[in-house]
């Protein structure tokens, strides 16, 4: 009877401990799921902020470059007329208004106003040319990493008073677009057109050179920095690189010293939500009841009881 007991017993322990793993590997897939869907949202809002404003400001510097070109026209065409009223004149008159040396100096104008122009719109880190110095400086954020506008409500900065702009409407625009399936709601119809492919399972988007396949071209972007090597995102602190933002964000917290992540059972924080679930798993596999019987001890306090009803 005592080995049936003892048997019937192994068994039960081996039961709840195949559940409990069944139940720490759902959990940990639900989170990887999680991170995901939340990756996926960061990243689209991000890419259509970058892809709206990118078309905005390439219209604004035209219109800019449009009015500067405008002005420059405008300053050589005056000249132009001064030249051929004098010019005019001279043959009425017969008399020569202008000497040569000064028809040089109006060339040599016209000629210092583009060489200027020029010479003082050229990025000096890339090479890239803009006819307005506005433009040019807007340009240099890109390689100082300065952002300073700053969302108010989130506290997000940016490098374009534009891309502000655009991120505002996340904390105020109304979102009339709504999933028919989850009832997610989106203010872009191109937003849920993005987000439908996640429950059509649709993945166009193919990796040449493993055959990998997603659901957004971002994520075959991001994907890419696999068999690349490439690391755009950059420590400022450190000078340490990531392939991925997110990775960036993590190791930030190196320098931050932040641990925002608490265990309720023991007070032990962690620098990320992984590492706070995995130490979960360790108050989950403690065992402090045991049985003054038999030595077996369990995490629960239940446990021991019903273990207890074995010897009696």
């Keep these: 009877m005592a080995f049936i007991k003892e048997e019937i017993e192994d068994m039960k322990m081996a039961f709840i401990k195949e559940e409990i793993e069944d139940i720490k590997m759902a959990f940990i ?19 259509k902020i970058e892809e709206t404003f990118r078309v905005k400001q390439e219209e604004t510097e035209e219109q800019t470059d449009l009015m500067m070109l405008k002005e420059e026209s405008e300053v050589l065409s005056e000249m132009d007329e001064k030249d051929q009223y004098k010019n005019h004149h001279d043959l009425i008159t017969g008399q020569k208004t202008f000497s040569c040396s000064q028809t040089e100096k109006t060339s040599s104008q016209k000629r210092a106003i583009k060489t200027e122009t020029r010479r003082n719109c050229t990025c000096q880190q890339c090479g890239n040319r803009f006819t307005h110095k506005g433009s040019l400086n807007r340009h240099m954020r890109i390689h100082n990493g300065e952002k300073p506008f700053t969302c108010p409500q989130c506290g997000r900065g940016f490098n374009q008073h534009g891309n502000l702009k655009v991120h505002m409407t996340i904390h105020t625009e109304v979102k009339p677009y709504i999933c028919q399936q989850c009832g997610k709601s989106f203010d872009q119809h191109e937003k849920l057109n993005v987000h439908m492919s996640i429950h059509t399972g649709e993945k166009p988007y193919i990796c040449q050179q493993c ?57 032990k924080s962690f620098k990320r939500k992984g590492n706070l679930n995995r130490h979960k798993s360790v108050h989950a596999e403690e065992t402090p009841y045991t049985c003054q019987q038999c030595g077996k001890s369990f995490n629960r306090k239940e446990n021991l009881k019903r273990h207890m009803g074995f010897h009696t």
């Design 211 to 267: 055959g990998k396949s997603f659901t957004q071209r971002v994520s075959l972007n991001r994907h890419m920095r696999v068999h690349t090597g490439e690391k755009p995102y950059t420590c400022q602190q450190c000078g340490k690189s990531f392939a991925q933002i997110g990775n960036l964000n993590i190791h930030m917290s190196v320098h931050t010293g932040e641990k925002p992540y608490t265990c309720q059972q023991c007070g």
């Design 29 to 47: 897939k639900e989170e990887i799921e999680d991170m995901k869907m939340a990756f996926i949202k960061e990243e689209s809002e991000d890419m």
